[in-house]
């Protein structure tokens, strides 16, 4: 039984990633001062892995995954933690977090708002915000604490600093070493622990006279959660063959959709954009945005776009019309597919495998009849930019472009500026 190329549900394909926005209560931060008061995981790179990088910048293994734990930060051109590069970018408004979840490692952006970058789901997406806040609260207690016990916490530091460097060398963990019997200096040990964490035996004596001695607000406001609103969601399908990009960049160059297809930027893939207007999140005024379709050769896409329930429309059109017309841009060349499985085995009887074909052709069936949604264009696509461009150029004429880098290595420094106020 043959029904063509296959085509699957929108809603039970899974965000690989997303970028979630996350509004919380706060009306002061020194972001300054966090970024020297955030612990930080004290792992580094396993020297057995093979590490990837993408633009420039490592990507942390899995392994190193904790929930909770910040495994790296950036900062004003500093770096705490890993360094996943030569050249960190950062930036003096905000701080950059990699923290663990039970799931996967996610990246934050710490300023009035959280921007979260690598979350499957909107839930995931609360695991890591909470966890980062958290964290800041923690550091804001410990900070109160030591303000009330400071004679105390200056009579702990030398014990403190001696068994930490002792722990350092002897790679015994600092836990394990004699807390004191006092209830005041036993919690003025745990916070020197927790607060001196990812400090090597150069910088830990510093950094606890700038921690005991610190008399600024670290925060204000609850941190309490408010608003989650997706950015930015990417979906991965495949059409079940490849593809002959020229006729296939010329079927989708028309409306809802515009097409560009360039072998001098991109020999394989299709680039296919569908144009809508939205409201800045900042200004509140109405701004052009798009979603993005990515088509490899081999027939792999992905689709980049604001959140789940506005893509599907856009998928049901890509998909009516690569479905109509699939013979007319299918390639004779075969790539090889891959196929992940992310759900555990399971077997099937004969019933239910002939109701999973039969499914297939009702949403073939549905799909050509407009019974799905099936977006029809909101904007005209954008006049200063071409609708399309074939330009197909050898090889050999293309120049390589050489990436600037700044080897300048980042200076860790214990100084910091006013406190930031929202």
């Known amino acids: 039984m043959s029904f063509g190329p296959p085509v699957f549900d929108f809603d039970r394909l899974k965000p690989v990633t997303m970028t979630v926005i996350v509004s919380y209560d706060v009306q002061e931060l020194n972001l ?94 609360r695991e890591a915000a909470e966890a980062l806040l ?70 830990v004596g510093q950094f606890l006279d700038f921690l005991i001695n610190f008399d600024r607000n670290l925060i204000a406001g609850s941190l309490k959660l408010g608003n989650f609103e997706c950015e930015m969601v990417n979906i991965l399908f495949n059409l079940g063959y490849s593809i002959n990009q020229v006729p296939f960049s010329q079927l989708m160059n028309g409306v809802p959709f ?29 701004k052009q945005a798009k979603h993005t379709i990515r088509v490899n050769r081999s027939g792999h896409v992905r689709h980049s776009g604001p959140n789940l329930e506005t893509m599907k429309a856009v998928y049901y059109a890509f998909m009516q019309r690569t479905l109509a017309h699939c013979l ?8 090889r597919q891959y196929l992940r499985l992310v759900t555990p085995p399971k077997v099937y009887s004969v019933d239910q495998w002939q109701q999973l074909i039969q499914n297939g052709i009702d949403l073939h069936r549905r799909i050509a009849n407009n019974e799905v949604p099936i977006a029809r264009g909101e904007i005209p696509p954008p006049v200063e930019e071409k609708t399309i461009t074939l330009e197909i150029i050898d090889a050999g004429q293309r120049e390589l472009v050489a990436e600037q880098r700044n080897d300048e290595a980042p200076v860790m420094t214990f100084n910091y500026s006013a406190m930031f106020n929202y």
Not at 259 to 280: E, F, T
Not at 328 to 335: I, P, R
């Open 134 to 203: 958290n964290l800041c609260r923690t550091c804001h207690d410990n900070i109160l604490f030591i303000r009330e016990h400071k004679e105390a916490a200056l009579v702990l530091r030398d014990r403190y600093l001696e068994a930490y460097i002792g722990a350092l060398q002897t790679n015994v963990p600092i836990g394990s070493t004699k807390i004191p019997t006092d209830a005041v200096d036993a919690r003025l040990w745990q916070i020197f622990i927790q607060q001196t964490r990812g400090y090597g035996m150069e910088t």
């Open 32 to 125: 300054p001062a966090l970024f020297m008061f955030l612990p930080v995981t004290d792992q580094v790179l396993p020297p057995h892995l093979s590490v990837q990088k993408k633009q420039g910048k490592i990507r942390l293994p899995p392994e190193l995954n904790r929930p909770g734990e910040i495994l790296s930060m950036r900062y004003n051109k500093q770096v705490r933690g890993i360094i996943r590069s030569e050249n960190a970018k950062s930036f003096p408004h905000l701080i950059i977090v990699d923290i663990g979840t039970s799931e996967r490692i996610i990246s934050v952006k710490l300023s009035k708002t959280l921007e979260l970058t690598g979350p499957t789901s909107v839930a995931l997406a």
């Open 328 to 335: 007319e841009v299918q390639s004779v060349e075969t790539a």
């Open 258 to 286: 515009r097409s560009i297809y360039n072998n001098y930027k991109s020999a394989s893939a299709v680039i296919v954009y569908y144009d809508y207007m939205k409201r800045d999140r900042n200004t509140g005024q109405p």
